[in-house]
T-cell receptor, first 114, second 114 residues
Framework: DAGVIQSPRHEVTEMGQEVTLRCKPI?????LFWYRQTMMRGLELLIYFNNNVPIDDSGMPEDRFSAKMPNASFSTLKIQPSEPRDSAVYFCASSPQTGIDTQYFGPGTRLTVL | AQSVTQLDSHVSVSEGTPVLLRCNYSSSYSPSLFWYVQHPNKGLQLLLKYTSAATLVKGINGFEAEFKKSETSFHLTKPSAHMSDAAEYFCVVSDGGGSYIPTFGRGTSLIVHP
Protein backbone atom coordinates (compact mmCIF):
# COMPACT_ATOMS: atom_id res chain seq x y z
CA ASP A 1 0.00 0.00 0.00
CA ALA A 2 1.23 3.49 -0.83
CA GLY A 3 0.21 4.88 2.53
CA VAL A 4 -1.95 7.93 3.06
CA ILE A 5 -1.77 10.24 0.07
CA GLN A 6 -2.32 13.97 0.28
CA SER A 7 -2.45 16.58 -2.44
CA PRO A 8 -1.24 19.12 -3.11
CA ARG A 9 1.95 19.02 -1.02
CA HIS A 10 2.25 22.79 -1.15
CA GLU A 11 -0.38 25.42 -1.78
CA VAL A 12 0.12 29.15 -1.97
CA THR A 13 -2.98 31.27 -2.40
CA GLU A 14 -4.25 34.74 -1.79
CA MET A 15 -6.62 35.78 0.94
CA GLY A 16 -10.22 35.27 -0.02
CA GLN A 17 -9.58 32.38 -2.38
CA GLU A 18 -11.06 28.92 -1.97
CA VAL A 19 -8.64 26.15 -1.04
CA THR A 20 -9.30 22.42 -1.33
CA LEU A 21 -7.05 19.85 0.25
CA ARG A 22 -7.35 16.20 -0.70
CA CYS A 23 -6.68 12.92 1.05
CA LYS A 24 -6.72 9.27 0.08
CA PRO A 25 -6.62 7.02 3.16
CA ILE A 26 -5.15 3.54 3.35
CA UNK A 27 -7.53 0.99 1.92
CA UNK A 28 -9.56 -0.80 4.58
CA UNK A 29 -9.14 1.85 7.25
CA UNK A 30 -12.43 2.88 8.81
CA UNK A 31 -11.30 6.13 10.44
CA LEU A 32 -10.04 9.29 8.81
CA PHE A 33 -8.71 12.33 10.65
CA TRP A 34 -7.85 15.87 9.58
CA TYR A 35 -5.27 17.76 11.65
CA ARG A 36 -3.75 21.21 11.49
CA GLN A 37 -0.24 21.93 12.77
CA THR A 38 1.13 25.37 13.61
CA MET A 39 3.99 26.56 15.75
CA MET A 40 1.63 28.44 18.02
CA ARG A 41 -1.05 25.81 18.59
CA GLY A 42 0.74 22.54 17.87
CA LEU A 43 -1.23 19.67 16.36
CA GLU A 44 -5.01 20.20 16.41
CA LEU A 45 -7.67 17.68 15.47
CA LEU A 46 -10.14 19.37 13.14
CA ILE A 47 -12.59 16.60 12.28
CA TYR A 48 -12.76 12.84 12.01
CA PHE A 49 -14.86 10.38 10.06
CA ASN A 50 -15.91 6.82 10.78
CA ASN A 51 -17.00 4.81 7.75
CA ASN A 52 -17.33 8.04 5.74
CA VAL A 53 -19.60 9.69 8.32
CA PRO A 54 -18.40 12.81 10.16
CA ILE A 55 -18.40 12.03 13.86
CA ASP A 56 -16.89 15.05 15.55
CA ASP A 57 -16.19 18.38 13.88
CA SER A 58 -15.83 20.39 17.08
CA GLY A 59 -12.25 21.21 16.15
CA MET A 60 -13.18 22.97 12.94
CA PRO A 61 -12.27 26.56 13.67
CA GLU A 62 -14.98 28.38 11.73
CA ASP A 63 -17.75 27.97 9.22
CA ARG A 64 -15.20 28.77 6.57
CA PHE A 65 -13.91 25.24 7.02
CA SER A 66 -15.78 22.22 5.70
CA ALA A 67 -14.85 18.58 5.16
CA LYS A 68 -16.42 15.76 3.19
CA MET A 69 -15.83 12.09 2.65
CA PRO A 70 -17.95 11.00 -0.31
CA ASN A 71 -16.52 7.48 -0.28
CA ALA A 72 -14.08 5.29 1.60
CA SER A 73 -11.12 6.28 -0.54
CA PHE A 74 -11.37 10.06 -0.69
CA SER A 75 -11.80 13.06 1.57
CA THR A 76 -11.54 16.81 1.11
CA LEU A 77 -10.98 19.72 3.46
CA LYS A 78 -12.14 23.03 2.04
CA ILE A 79 -11.50 26.55 3.25
CA GLN A 80 -13.64 29.29 1.77
CA PRO A 81 -12.70 32.10 1.97
CA SER A 82 -9.12 31.58 3.08
CA GLU A 83 -7.34 33.96 5.47
CA PRO A 84 -3.64 34.43 6.33
CA ARG A 85 -4.21 32.86 9.77
CA ASP A 86 -5.15 29.61 8.03
CA SER A 87 -1.52 29.19 7.01
CA ALA A 88 -0.39 25.88 8.48
CA VAL A 89 0.47 22.31 7.63
CA TYR A 90 -2.63 20.16 7.26
CA PHE A 91 -2.33 16.43 7.86
CA CYS A 92 -4.67 13.64 7.01
CA ALA A 93 -4.40 10.36 8.93
CA SER A 94 -6.24 7.06 8.77
CA SER A 95 -6.69 4.30 11.30
CA PRO A 96 -7.83 0.69 10.92
CA GLN A 97 -10.62 0.55 13.47
CA THR A 98 -10.77 2.71 16.55
CA GLY A 99 -8.71 5.57 17.85
CA ILE A 100 -6.65 3.19 19.93
CA ASP A 101 -5.22 1.82 16.74
CA THR A 102 -2.13 3.31 15.19
CA GLN A 103 -2.79 6.36 13.06
CA TYR A 104 -1.03 6.50 9.71
CA PHE A 105 -0.24 10.02 8.64
CA GLY A 106 0.11 11.48 5.21
CA PRO A 107 3.02 13.78 4.33
CA GLY A 108 0.89 16.88 4.85
CA THR A 109 -0.09 19.91 2.80
CA ARG A 110 1.73 23.14 3.57
CA LEU A 111 -0.74 25.97 3.04
CA THR A 112 0.35 29.57 2.75
CA VAL A 113 -2.30 32.25 2.48
CA LEU A 114 -0.93 35.63 1.44
CA ALA B 1 -11.42 12.92 30.23
CA GLN B 2 -7.88 12.48 29.01
CA SER B 3 -4.87 14.72 28.72
CA VAL B 4 -1.15 14.46 28.10
CA THR B 5 1.74 16.69 29.15
CA GLN B 6 5.16 16.59 27.61
CA LEU B 7 7.37 18.07 30.26
CA ASP B 8 10.09 19.46 27.99
CA SER B 9 9.60 21.44 24.81
CA HIS B 10 13.26 20.92 23.84
CA VAL B 11 15.84 18.31 24.81
CA SER B 12 19.45 18.62 23.74
CA VAL B 13 21.90 15.68 23.87
CA SER B 14 25.24 14.73 22.42
CA GLU B 15 25.53 11.89 19.96
CA GLY B 16 26.11 8.62 21.80
CA THR B 17 24.54 9.76 25.08
CA PRO B 18 21.18 8.58 26.47
CA VAL B 19 17.88 10.15 25.52
CA LEU B 20 14.98 10.77 27.92
CA LEU B 21 11.76 12.42 26.74
CA ARG B 22 9.19 12.79 29.48
CA CYS B 23 5.44 12.35 29.22
CA ASN B 24 2.74 12.37 31.88
CA TYR B 25 -0.87 11.53 31.15
CA SER B 26 -4.28 11.75 32.73
CA SER B 27 -7.00 9.24 31.97
CA SER B 28 -10.32 8.15 33.40
CA TYR B 29 -9.99 4.71 31.86
CA SER B 30 -7.28 2.22 31.02
CA PRO B 31 -5.30 4.20 28.47
CA SER B 32 -3.54 3.32 25.29
CA LEU B 33 -0.36 5.34 24.93
CA PHE B 34 1.73 6.12 21.88
CA TRP B 35 4.90 7.88 20.86
CA TYR B 36 5.12 9.32 17.37
CA VAL B 37 8.12 10.90 15.66
CA GLN B 38 8.07 13.67 13.07
CA HIS B 39 11.18 14.40 11.06
CA PRO B 40 11.45 17.82 9.41
CA ASN B 41 8.90 18.36 6.67
CA LYS B 42 7.46 14.87 7.12
CA GLY B 43 4.30 13.34 8.51
CA LEU B 44 4.14 11.63 11.89
CA GLN B 45 5.27 8.03 12.22
CA LEU B 46 4.56 5.59 15.04
CA LEU B 47 7.54 4.79 17.26
CA LEU B 48 5.80 2.51 19.74
CA LYS B 49 2.53 1.93 21.55
CA TYR B 50 1.26 0.53 24.84
CA THR B 51 -2.12 -1.17 24.93
CA SER B 52 -2.28 -2.94 28.33
CA ALA B 53 0.19 -5.72 27.58
CA ALA B 54 3.81 -5.55 28.79
CA THR B 55 4.59 -2.31 30.59
CA LEU B 56 7.99 -1.99 28.90
CA VAL B 57 7.40 -1.37 25.23
CA LYS B 58 10.09 -1.57 22.57
CA GLY B 59 9.80 0.43 19.40
CA ILE B 60 11.70 1.15 16.26
CA ASN B 61 15.25 2.52 16.07
CA GLY B 62 16.18 1.40 19.58
CA PHE B 63 13.57 3.45 21.43
CA GLU B 64 11.57 2.10 24.33
CA ALA B 65 9.05 3.40 26.84
CA GLU B 66 7.80 2.20 30.20
CA PHE B 67 4.20 2.55 31.33
CA LYS B 68 4.09 3.46 35.03
CA LYS B 69 0.53 3.62 36.26
CA SER B 70 1.45 4.79 39.76
CA GLU B 71 3.31 7.76 38.31
CA THR B 72 0.96 8.25 35.31
CA SER B 73 4.03 8.43 33.12
CA PHE B 74 5.13 7.03 29.79
CA HIS B 75 8.67 8.33 29.28
CA LEU B 76 10.57 7.58 26.08
CA THR B 77 14.21 6.49 26.27
CA LYS B 78 17.07 5.43 24.07
CA PRO B 79 20.49 4.31 25.35
CA SER B 80 22.54 6.09 22.73
CA ALA B 81 21.43 9.00 20.56
CA HIS B 82 22.18 9.14 16.87
CA MET B 83 22.22 12.22 14.68
CA SER B 84 19.27 10.82 12.75
CA ASP B 85 17.15 10.89 15.93
CA ALA B 86 16.89 14.67 15.72
CA ALA B 87 13.16 15.25 15.27
CA GLU B 88 9.93 16.23 17.01
CA TYR B 89 8.41 13.60 19.31
CA PHE B 90 4.75 13.43 20.32
CA CYS B 91 3.24 11.56 23.24
CA VAL B 92 -0.37 10.51 22.67
CA VAL B 93 -3.08 9.14 24.98
CA SER B 94 -6.33 7.45 24.04
CA ASP B 95 -8.45 6.16 26.88
CA GLY B 96 -11.46 4.81 25.03
CA GLY B 97 -13.78 6.96 27.08
CA GLY B 98 -16.53 7.14 24.53
CA SER B 99 -14.87 8.25 21.35
CA TYR B 100 -11.45 6.57 21.50
CA ILE B 101 -10.02 9.68 19.91
CA PRO B 102 -6.39 10.30 20.78
CA THR B 103 -5.05 13.43 22.44
CA PHE B 104 -1.64 14.64 21.31
CA GLY B 105 0.95 16.35 23.48
CA ARG B 106 2.56 19.60 22.35
CA GLY B 107 5.69 17.81 21.26
CA THR B 108 9.35 17.68 22.34
CA SER B 109 12.06 18.75 19.96
CA LEU B 110 15.11 16.49 20.25
CA ILE B 111 18.39 18.14 19.26
CA VAL B 112 21.43 15.93 18.81
CA HIS B 113 24.89 17.49 18.82
CA PRO B 114 27.87 15.83 17.14
Amino acid sequence: DAGVIQSPRHEVTEMGQEVTLRCKPISGHDYLFWYRQTMMRGLELLIYFNNNVPIDDSGMPEDRFSAKMPNASFSTLKIQPSEPRDSAVYFCASSPQTGIDTQYFGPGTRLTVL
Amino acid sequence: AQSVTQLDSHVSVSEGTPVLLRCNYSSSYSPSLFWYVQHPNKGLQLLLKYTSAATLVKGINGFEAEFKKSETSFHLTKPSAHMSDAAEYFCVVSDGGGSYIPTFGRGTSLIVHP
